[in-house]
């Protein structure tokens, strides 16, 4: 995971946003921080993440064990387009969808 945090790491002294691009196999994840909380509410506030996972029930299951806050529309169900997701709210108040 070293080689992938260098942008945030060599960047970490700059003006804000911070950046960082992760992967794991074949997915990725970038994630921005800002100092400005004002700016960072109200960008988490029009932000959302969608993930794609397999064996979204097993996960699903998972979250809820460890406490994770389930979105209030957001439980485990199929939707009319195929997928099957659920909104989970990360501690910033995000709202993070996993489908499969």
């Known amino acids: 995971m070293d080689r992938y945090l260098w942008i945030y790491r060599d960047s970490r002294d700059a003006t804000p946003p911070h950046y960082a691009g992760i992967n794991r196999g074949d997915a990725y994840l970038h994630l921005a921080g800002m100092d400005d909380k004002a700016l960072a509410r109200k960008v988490g506030d029009q932000t959302m993440v969608r993930l794609a996972v397999k064996g979204i029930e097993a996960l699903y299951a998972e979250y809820q064990a460890r406490g994770g806050e389930v979105h209030p529309n957001g439980a485990l169900q199929t939707k009319p387009w ?18 499969e």
């Open 82 to 99: 195929g997928t099957k997701e659920f909104g989970a709210i990360d501690p910033n108040g995000v709202c993070v969808t996993f489908q």
